[in-house]
């Protein structure tokens, strides 16, 4: 009996001491967290990421602080806001995400920092369709436009030129990439679409639409342009002003006759004009595709005989990121490139940078559907766990090669950007 | 005032307090001072600025702090050589203020019949201030949702168009209830007509009663009474409520842009433009324009009627 009573005295201090202790410890961890000066406590691993919404996932967000314990803060604006904001408050971010196309106006202004790629694992690993222009089997795709290869490396980490060859010096860590092309409701347009030239036919009249950010709408127009045989560019994406003129001349003739039903200017905006069926042939970004399709309306991303006008996005680092603040920087970095976030943004119907990594991390069946362009064997899902396709469809387009490899031009900024500005302007009014 | 407020003990007392300690003390600039400060600051000073980039060079990524007309020269492109056609610039003018007058002249009928309304017919003040706070629905959601929800509603496939094709009025549904002018129009009236009831249902509530009795009792009839007692009596309001609606048409950038699905020009989406492309300068010579405009209307219809002596 006092035997007993004994074990159980015993039993429950130590009970008592497992518990001071575990208390102790969510003491010390709860000082680490909210910052009560302590001494061992480490500063919290924060970093700022400016960006627009749709590449801020907080899954990519929650599983990066499960691997690493860097806590990403989103800030996020739309896509001319960024921009804006890396040049007139580079101090308000410490990672930035913006598009290829837009360091040609970023990398002068002097406010972003090179990094160094000796410092990331999986650097050379990064897919040469973004570094030297070419698939892994050495095709060259197209470069018209601010292609990734013109603009990826710098001269020097401090230096504001291009360099035209692959240096240590690297501008933006990769995000994703894709191919973009016209979006159909294959269901109302009834027959086969194969050329761009369909976007400004009058079959399509008051049925038609072109995305509002003028030097992507007048590259659309440029891709109507060679497709009908009138014009063929030297460069789409670096019009000389009379090809501007000449564009835009098509662009107004267009307009003035009802074709267009609107100008997009909002992911949403895209999905519902297509989902209402407003609109059956338009400008379209691939998720936006998937977003009609999960509502049950039919809807494809037509690949077209004349090829796809590409964009990639990456994330650079602000010129205020030095010390311990770049160490994180890198950590985040190589984290990112090291295939979770590839796999997961593989799965939205983007193309991630280090595609070896990625695929170390979807399941055979799913690389296969998104990366081999062949019928997906099961269900696709998306990261979300929502249905995507079913089994046994392709992929619009097919393959990566096919796609990628389809590269007509680049989304820009064009050297006479300011002339084709006040253009556009003048096209709006007409 | 001061010596009012002390002779009457039983009146407001906080009025009274600051009157009888504050008033004789401060002099008439210092009580102005607060606001002429906040009104310096956050709207004089930065209109300066404005003024000033709109006289500065740029490049694809900076503003170049030296003068040149550069901005404006640009804006006004082709008005001389494409003459007689409209340049740019001019060709948004005219949609803009073809916008404004349509506007304005349709919310100031709905408005005023809506503040006669409020004002002659609603006799009880809480069904008054119940019945205005209604006016305000359209302002209970947000911008874009506001403006997203027009699509199921005058889209092709929407209710109106349905209710058209069902009664045979047309035989396939018509696109111009969306994206176009008429769209443009019927949203901004939707989103303004409160600024113009407001303004005149308050000039209206102060017009003496006794007044239209008077008229009437004169032999006067209802449209000579109106025409001659309620209209010149609201004035003031009518006025008021001109200003806030022909500022915000004229400024106006997201109605026109969502309501015309980005096809219809306005003086605010060519600044906004500019804005995207980092070409600061030429907007700030836009908004310059703009305001130039603008003050200029606002100068011919405060000629109409004295505001400042009706106030």
Known sequence: MSNESETATDVSRRLLLKGAGAAAGVAVGSQAITGFPAVWSQEP?????????????????????????????????????????????????????????????????????????????????????????????????????????????????????????????????????????????????????????????????????????????????????????????????????PEIDMTIKLLTEAKKSGQFRAFWSDFNESVNLMASGETVIQSMWSPAVTAVRSKGIPCTFQPLKEGYRSWATGFALSKGVTGKKAELAYEFVNWFLSGWAGAYLFRQGYYSGVLDTAKAHMEPYEWAYWMEGKPAEKDIHAPNGSLLEKAGTVRDGGSFETRMGGVACWNAVMDENDYMVRKWNGFIAA | MAALAAETPSGQAPGGFFARFTAPALPGWLQAAPLAIVFGLFFVLPLIFVTVVS????????????????????????????????????????????????????????????????????????????????????????????????????????????????????????????????????????????????????????IDHRLVEAAYDAGASGWQTLWNVVIPLSKPGIVIGSIFVVTIVMGDFVTVGVMGGQQIASAGKIISTRLDALQFPPAAANAVIVLGITLVIINLLTRLVDIRREL
């Open chain 1, 45 to 241: 691993k924060v970093l700022r990421y400016l960006g627009t919404a749709v590449n801020q996932s907080s899954d990519i967000a929650k599983k990066l602080k499960e691997d690493t314990g860097i806590i990403l803060q989103y800030i996020s604006v739309d896509t001319d806001e960024v921009t804006k904001r890396a040049i007139t408050q580079p101090n308000s971010f410490d990672m930035l995400d913006t598009e290829y196309f837009a360091l040609k106006k970023l990398i002068p202004s002097g406010n972003l920092l090179a990094m160094d790629a000796k410092k990331i694992a999986n650097f050379d690993k990064v897919t040469p369709v973004l570094t030297k222009g070419e698939l892994p089997n050495g095709k060259k795709i197209g470069d018209q436009g601010t292609a990734p290869k013109k603009v990826m490396f710098l001269e020097g980490q401090h230096s504001t030129k291009f360099s035209a060859t692959p240096t240590e010096w690297v501008t933006l860590i990769p995000t994703t990439y894709n191919a973009d092309t016209l979006g159909i409701r294959p269901d109302l347009i009834k027959r086969p679409i194969t050329s761009w030239a369909e976007l400004l036919n009058p079959e399509f009249k008051g049925k038609a639409a072109i995305l509002n950010i003028p030097s992507i709408g007048i590259m659309d127009a440029a891709m109507v342009m060679e497709a009908t045989g009138q014009h063929t560019y030297a460069d789409k994406g670096n019009m000389t002003r």
């Open chain 2, 55 to 206: 006289f500065w060079d740029y490049n694809d990524y900076e503003i170049i702090p030296s003068f040149t007309v550069r901005s404006y020269v640009e804006t006004f492109e082709g008005c001389i050589d494409q003459f007689p056609d409209l340049c740019t610039i001019l060709q948004t003018y005219v949609s803009t203020l073809k916008f404004c007058i349509i506007v304005w002249a349709s919310t100031l009928v709905i408005g005023f019949t809506v503040a006669y309304f409020l004002a002659f017919h609603v006799r009880s003040l809480k069904w008054q201030i119940a019945l205005t706070l209604l006016c305000t629905i359209p302002f209970w959601t947000s911008n874009v949702i506001r403006m997203i929800s027009w699509i199921p509603l005058l889209g092709r496939n929407g209710l109106v168009n349905d209710a058209l094709v069902s009664l045979h009025l047309v035989r396939e549904p018509v696109g111009w209830l969306l994206y176009s002018q008429f769209s443009v129009v019927l949203a901004f009236i939707h989103l303004f007509t409160f600024f113009m009831i407001v303004p005149i249902f308050n000039s209206m509530a102060r």
